[in-house]
Each structure stands twice: as C-alpha cells, then as structure tokens.
C-alpha cells in the first residue's frame, strides 16, 4: 500500500488512525452504495391524488379532532356522533391518578395511549368505518369502574 502521507511529518499514531478512518469510510460507502434506496419516489403526485379523493368524497382533508376527558371513573367525549373517516382523539387526564386510552373495533385492533399522568394528554389517530366502537380506560380495572363507552359509526 502506498503511503498516503509523508511519515515525517505526523506522528505515527496520527496516521494509523488517519488510516483506520479512511478504511472504515471507503468500507462503509462501498457497502451502502451498491443497491440502497436511491429511489426519490413522488409523494407529492401520491398526495396530490390523495387530496383530490378525498376532496371528492367531501372529507374536510385531515383527522377530526374528538377531545376524551379522563377523570375518576368516566370518559367524557367532545363529540358523540361519528360518520366514517378519520379521526384523532386525544385523551386528557383530568383526574388524580394515571389514566389512558384504548379503542378497538371494525378495522382497528385494540390501539392505546401510553400511560397518562394527571394533567397529561396524547394523541389517538384510527380510521373509523361504519360500526360499533369501544373507548375505555386500559389501567388497573378503570375500565369496570366505569372508564368505557361505546360510540357508533353510521
Ligand atoms: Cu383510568
């Protein structure tokens, strides 16, 4: 191997690690070069058409918002009413103790929140289709005490 560096002028533990480095690069770009994802698809045309079917279908383009207060023992919905598309709840726990949130029915299998501290919120995005839907509180047994509604879809 040719040096790459006249010797003299840095020390040798400089240019052995000068030399690992090089190595490493060239090994690394060499592997990752050969047939990686170099593909910049068009989510914009994707997009694009997305928008215009769902424009078409009289969708309002994003997620409904529907507020789910959390307090001891129940779920209070900002909205209780529902037709199909999509929607994000967000659970807030208004309460004292931890809470969370979980829905499940047609097409979406049981989806929960983390656990959420007093005061706390997050965020629960699902497509809903026509059908019968169940919301309730997954922690300790909140959910028999009375942390469970239905909602339905038509
Ligand atoms: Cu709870």
Redesign the pocket.
Known sequence: MPRLLPPGRLRPGLVVLALLVSVATAACSSSKSSNSASQPTTPSAAATTAAATGASAGATGGATTVTVT?T??TLHLSQTSFTPGSYTFVAKDD?H????LAIAGPGVPTTQTGTLDPGSSANLTVTLQKGSYELW?P??S?KSLG?DTHIQVS
């Open positions: 959390e001891e023992f309460g103790v931890s809470h969370a509180c922690v300790d909140h942390m």
